[in-house]
Structure formats: C-alpha cells, structure tokens
C-alpha cells in the first residue's frame, strides 16, 4: 500500500534553505524535513543524561592515568 502523503507549505525562502541544506546532506528535500522532524523529535523526548560535565572530566582523567 502506498505512503500516504501530504503538503506542507512554507515560504520561499523556507525553502530555498531547505533545498541548500538537503543539497549538503545529499537528500532530497523531503528527505532533510523528514529528517530533521525525526531529529528533532528525537531531542524532545530524550531524557538528559545524568553524566555531568565533572564527571565526564573525571572519568577521562582516570582514563590518562592507567
């Protein structure tokens, strides 16, 4: 069965940035919104990661220190 698609209308130069940025990633431009709907879709319901930034250092002291 077919994907069921639809339209999305944005200004030109909406677009005109959409279709720079999918010419640098090598997509199409429904390729880069469905992408960049997936990526940011992705930052909203990621939970923060409980490493903080000293214990990042930290670990990578240790690590230095083997």
């Not at 709907?37 to 930052?43: G, I, L, P, S, T």
């Not at 990578?60 to 220190?65: K, Q, V, W």
Request: zero cysteines; proline letters at 5%.
């Amino acid at each position: 069965m077919p994907e069921e698609l639809t339209t999305v209308q944005v200004d030109k130069e909406t677009s005109e940035v959409l279709g720079w940025l999918a010419n640098q990633d090598r997509r199409s431009k429904t390729g880069e919104f469905r992408w960049l709907v997936d990526q940011e879709k992705a930052r909203r319901v990621s939970q923060p990661s409980p490493l903080t930034l000293e214990a990042a250092q930290a670990a990578a002291e240790s690590m230095e220190n083997r």
